[in-house]
Structures are given as structure tokens and as C-alpha cells.
């Protein structure tokens, strides 16, 4: 079975921190994706990282992946309210179906002025 | 550019009771999903598909079914509904899960009473 596990589950950060999401997997991968969802809405597309060593960033998030260490971080730089959501990892993984994406339970991201 | 379309939003079933849930996307992806999320937790895989005639189970596929006749289309069936299959249900596409993330739709919260 696949496992994706992030940690922090909880997160509250004051505005202009800096803090990093991390999200380990447990098996082969080199197919992860980063999501952000806001309270009663749907996912939207933040990151696909698709090598080891691949780094991605837009605006004050910084996505990377490395895939020895089968881990995952999203940096957040100088927060901002607007920052505050639930963010989750997602991996597909050819031993279980690169077809099924396997997600992480989410870190939920409260940004305090 | 509807993307994916998910109806209904909100349903309150009764046990016992069968619905279908719709799920429509309009970028031509192959790859279609059917997602649970539960309060406070991460997303759980249903059903997915690969292409039009072509669906297998994901992680919890028990008292569900689904079709894909269509690459448009991919409906999620709840039969004899229960109060465990209370949840958000996602529906999302993709292109293809190697090379792209997936789209979502815009959930269907469903309540067995």
C-alpha cells in the first residue's frame, strides 16, 4: 500500500514568516503534485514535479522533490493572509498505477496577522 | 471553458435510496476520477478510468459503481445508500497523470440520513 503522509497537519503562522510543508512518501515515485483546497471549495493545481531535484515556485511558494529521500517540500516565503488554505500532496506511483493518485490527509495553513 | 461539471452540489439521501452522480468534462482528457473526501481528511479514490469503456476500482470502491461510456462522462452510481457514504465526492480529469495534474470539479456534498 502506498502511504503519503504530511506533516505539519496544523500550521498557523504569523504574516511575513517563512515555514516549509513536508510530505514523505513510502514506495517508488517520481510523479508528485501539489494541491491547495479553500474551506467548501474544490482542489486547484498548484505544483507537478515530475524528476528528482525539481523545484517549481510561484509567487511565495516554492515546490521540491526529491525522490531518494522519497520527500516532498512546499516552502512558503514571507506569508500572506491570503496563503491561508489546505494544502495537500498527491504521488501516483508505477508499483501501485501511475493512474491513481494517492493523497496526503492535508496540512491546513492558518496565516495570523 | 466549463472544465469538469459535477451536479448535483448537494443531495440529502435517504438509506436505502440509489442516486447518481454526474460528472462531465470538456478538455477531452482520457483519464477521469472519482475522489471521497471525508471531514478534515485527505481524498480517497473511488473509481477511475482510463479511457471510454475502460474503469477499475480504486481504493474504496464498495457500494459504488461506475461507467464510462462516453470520454466525455463519467457517472458514480451509490447503491443502497448508507450513512457511511456520507462525504464530498469529487470528480477530476486528466490528460494524462504522467505528464499532467488533474482538473476538479466542484464537489457533490452528500448527506445519508
Known amino acids: 500500500e502506498l502511504k503519503v503522509e504530511q506533516n505539519p497537519l496544523f500550521l498557523s503562522m504569523q504574516e511575513g514568516k517563512n515555514y516549509t510543508i513536508y510530505c514523505n512518501y513510502s514506495?517508488?515515485?517520481?510523479?508528485l503534485y501539489w494541491y491547495r483546497q479553500d474551506p467548501g471549495k474544490s482542489l486547484e493545481s498548484l505544483f507537478v514535479?515530475?524528476?528528482?531535484?525539481a523545484v517549481k515556485q510561484e509567487g511565495r511558494l516554492m515546490a521540491s522533490l526529491d525522490t531518494k529521500a522519497r520527500l516532498s517540500t512546499l516552502h512558503i516565503t514571507a506569508a500572506v493572509h491570503d496563503l491561508s488554505a489546505t494544502y495537500f500532496c498527491?504521488?501516483?506511483?508505477?508499483?501501485?498505477?501511475?493512474?491513481?493518485?494517492?493523497f496526503g490527509t492535508g496540512t491546513r495553513l492558518t496565516i495570523i496577522p | 471553458n466549463a472544465g469538469v461539471t459535477q451536479t448535483p452540489k448537494f443531495r440529502i439521501l435517504k438509506i436505502g435510496q440509489s442516486m447518481t452522480l454526474q460528472c462531465t468534462q470538456d478538455?477531452?482528457?482520457?483519464?477521469m476520477y472519482w475522489y471521497r473526501q471525508d471531514p478534515g481528511m485527505g481524498l480517497k479514490l473511488i473509481y477511475y478510468?482510463?479511457?471510454?469503456?475502460?474503469?477499475d476500482k480504486g481504493e474504496v470502491p464498495n457500494g459504488y459503481n461506475v461507467s464510462r461510456s462516453t470520454t466525455e462522462d463519467f457517472p458514480l452510481r451509490l447503491e443502497l445508500a448508507a450513512p457511511s457514504q456520507t462525504s464530498v465526492y469529487f470528480c477530476?480529469?486528466?490528460?494524462?497523470?504522467?505528464?499532467?495534474?488533474?482538473?476538479f470539479g466542484q464537489g457533490t456534498r452528500l448527506t445519508v440520513v
Open positions: 514535479l515530475l524528476s528528482n531535484g
Open positions: 498527491a504521488v501516483g506511483s508505477p508499483n501501485f498505477g501511475n493512474e491513481k493518485l494517492t
Open positions: 478510468s482510463v479511457g471510454a469503456g475502460i474503469t
Open positions: 477530476a480529469s486528466s490528460y494524462s497523470i504522467g505528464i499532467s495534474e488533474a482538473f
Open positions: 514506495t517508488t515515485s517520481d510523479r
Open positions: 478538455m477531452n482528457h482520457n483519464y
